[in-house]
């Protein structure tokens, strides 16, 4: 307990990579200690490692530092002073900031170490001398040098096995999890991913169920007026989940003590994020101001710049697209065709897999083209720059999945107009794209592990000569950490963020089971099986093969929302397409009752889509009155202090009159 009175259990969080018996680590470490952290020193068998933990105390005083504002007992967001620390809201596990909070407090601390004497400090490491000049971040002058390797997040052991517990290995209930603990151990946006993908396993259980009926219930002659029940029940389904969604994720806003509200361009709070190494607010607008030119900048310059932006951008667009109709296109209808002719269940089933295997690695080339194409646009907000690398990589990388998975399955549904073939497409590509994305996702993590821990291992008997050591030296726990790869976006590291894959994955699975519903009721089964098998693997990935990634402040799915809003729209087409088809299987394409009727109600699903996204509030009514409630309260307060600053200055005025 500190002298605010204040209590809570700390840990160590942060790894720093060094070489061993290197001069420069003595003064490193004082510094580390000077700053008020709690240093532990780690020899691995290359390197050695510092742990890092910081006191409630040193992080309060650090988060007062970068001007931090924090939610209040009276709902107002204030900025943070450890002095007045009582007066704000702890976490829902009762601990004072949140982990993207003390990440930013850990990067402040450790990289504000700066020289304060007026001489330069000389340092000496394997005979380089590294001069440490005032005024210079010691931490920045070593990483430029290579003395300091990295400094990367470690595990807390404690809550690792208590979530390997709770979560990654509970598998009676398989729909519940604890988001807070999540929260608070890995952030908001990784949370958030967990939050919507439970909640879309509990919800996709109905149709599941239905379309199981459906599929295995012999209907006769009713049988397409069941389909195209079970087509509008999915749509509005599908709605419904998306809009109660954005209802879940307001609650869980106000729970996890956001500052913004869902939907409003977060671009200032990125700011004060990774994006910007975790600069203070202050820091940035002197960065920000620096960076201006004293020249003020007039009409025709904003102008000629707006336009420039959209040039760009739709010069990539349309890059994009072209390469897409030139390249894949042609590709897949041959696909398409080699997979009709043959005539083998083996044959067609490998050929799936061969082929699902190789469009991986496409992918992650178009993917990286999408992220140099993004650098060239004229961005000038980074969370724009952050919006517009997801969409330009969901153009880039969806729409080579639609191409390849299913305008060859649109091949076998409108000109092969065999709904058996189509059927039986889909259950391979289901179930092979799945499993095989299931067996990299967690094997490769593994597979970059074990190498690196044998080379490791290897180096060291070389430096040995092949002898033994009188001492076996077992690599310690935070140098298998180091070893492990990093969560990031397999088709790009500039991101540095893997939920853009898992997301992917998802994205994915919901547009094929959502726009072939009709054809393959059965596909809501698989997904649901799917959704139990990912949240655990998925968890047990992130606990066990990865690092503790780096925290994000974000805590909405972001652009995934329109994405998932965009494939209830295909659906709706697609679904009318392939109804079509199989009332018209003779192919004579005349309008009839039946036709006319389809058409219709691919008008009504469009309002049905319309007036349930209207109906539907995407925010509680507790919420918002809250926020009434929290405002009003804001504004009486100013108000007093006003009225109490105009009453000061009219009493001080008359003094001076009397004097």
């Known amino acids: 307990m500190n002298g605010n009175g204040v209590e809570e259990e700390t840990a160590f969080e942060i790894g720093v990579v060094v070489p061993k018996s290197s001069d420069c680590i003595e003064v490193l470490v004082e510094e580390f200690r000077k700053a008020g952290l709690i240093v532990d020193r780690v020899v691995g068998l290359q390197n050695e490692f510092i742990r890092l933990e910081a006191p409630i105390e040193t992080l309060g005083k650090a988060a007062a530092e970068l001007q931090l504002k924090k939610r209040t007992h009276i709902g107002v967001d204030l900025q943070f002073h450890w002095d007045e620390v009582e007066a704000f809201e702890r976490q829902p596990d009762g601990s004072l900031f949140s982990w993207f909070e003390r990440y930013c407090c850990y990067r402040h601390i450790i990289y504000g170490i700066v020289n304060t004497s007026t001489s330069t400090v000389v340092l000496?490491?394997?005979?380089?001398?590294?001069?440490?000049?005032?005024?210079?971040?010691?931490?920045?002058?070593?990483?430029?040098?290579?003395?300091v390797k990295e400094v990367f997040p470690v595990h807390d052991e404690k809550k690792r096995k208590q979530l390997l517990r709770s979560w990654a290995l509970n598998w009676w209930d398989f729909t519940v999890q604890p988001i807070d603990d999540i929260c608070n151990y890995y952030g908001t946006k990784i949370?958030?991913?967990?939050?919507?993908?439970?909640?879309?396993?509990?919800?996709?259980?109905?149709?599941?169920?239905?379309?199981?009926?459906?599929?295995?219930?012999?209907?006769?002659?009713l049988q397409l007026f069941v389909l195209s029940a079970f087509f509008i029940s999915i749509v509005s389904w599908a709605v419904l989940f998306l809009q109660f969604w954005k209802r879940k994720n307001s609650a869980l806003l106000v729970r996890w003590q956001m500052n913004y509200p869902a939907g409003v361009d977060n671009g200032s709070r990125l700011l004060e994020g990774e994006w910007y190494q975790f600069q203070s607010p202050v820091e940035l607008m002197k960065k920000q101001g620096a960076d201006k030119t004293d020249k003020p900048r007039g009409k025709e310059a904003f102008q000629r710049e707006e336009w420039l932006g959209h040039f760009m951008r739709f010069r990539n667009d349309a890059m994009i697209i072209l390469s897409i109709i030139c390249l894949q296109l042609p590709f897949e209808l041959a696909f398409a065709h080699v997979y009709e002719v043959l005539r083998s269940d083996i044959s067609k089933f490998c050929l799936t897999a061969v082929y699902l295997f190789t469009i991986q690695y496409f992918n992650k080339i178009g993917g990286k083209i999408s992220v140099k194409l993004v650098k060239y646009e004229n961005n000038k907000n980074i969370e724009r720059r952050a919006d517009s690398w997801v969409y330009k990589c969901l153009l880039q990388v969806f729409g080579l999945y639609f191409m390849q998975s299913y305008i060859g399955i649109f091949y076998h549904a409108l000109l092969h107009r065999n709904i058996m073939t189509l059927r039986q497409v889909l259950i391979q590509r289901l179930i092979i794209s799945e499993v095989l994305e299931n067996m990299l996702e967690n094997s490769l993590p593994y597979l970059k592990y074990s190498f690196k821990k044998y080379r490791a291992v290897g180096n060291k008997r070389k430096r040995e000569n092949g002898r033994p050591s009188e001492k076996t030296q077992y690599m310690s726990r935070v140098e298998k950490e180091y070893l492990k790869p990093?969560?990031?976006?397999?088709?790009?590291?500039?991101?540095?963020?893997?939920?853009?894959?898992?997301?992917?994955?998802?994205?994915?699975?919901?547009?094929?089971?959502?726009?072939?519903?009709?054809?393959?009721?059965?596909?809501f089964a698989f997904a649901t099986l799917n959704n139990i098998t990912e949240i655990r693997t998925d968890a047990l990935k992130l606990l066990a093969m990865l690092r503790r990634p780096i925290p994000r402040p974000d805590a909405t799915i972001g652009a995934w929302l329109n994405i998932f809003q965009f494939l209830i729209v295909m659906s709706i087409c697609t679904n009318c397409i392939l109804l079509v088809c199989l009332y018209d299987r003779d192919g004579q394409w005349k309008i009839s009752p039946g036709l006319a009727a389809i058409l219709i109600m691919e008008h009504v699903l469009l309002l049905i889509k319309f007036v349930f996204s209207r109906i539907v509030p995407e925010e509680p009514a507790w919420i918002r009155a809250n926020r009434m409630k929290n405002a009003t309260h804001v504004h009486d307060m100013c108000s007093r202090q006003l009225l109490r600053s105009i009453s000061g200055e009219k009493i001080n005025a008359e003094l001076k009159k009397d004097e």
Do not use: N
Request: charged share 20%; glycine share 10%; hydrophobic share 50%.
């Open 124 to 147: 000496k490491s394997d005979g380089i001398e590294v001069h440490w000049e005032p005024g210079k971040p010691l931490l920045r002058i070593l990483e430029s040098v290579g003395i």
């Open 191 to 221: 949370a958030s991913y967990f939050a919507f993908l439970g909640m879309y396993t509990k919800w996709i259980l109905f149709p599941a169920a239905f379309g199981l009926a459906v599929q295995l219930v012999d209907f006769g002659s």
């Open 486 to 523: 990093d969560y990031s976006a397999s088709i790009g590291e500039e991101l540095e963020d893997g939920l853009f894959d898992d997301f992917l994955e998802l994205a994915l699975q919901f547009g094929m089971i959502m726009m072939f519903a009709c054809v393959f009721p059965l596909g």
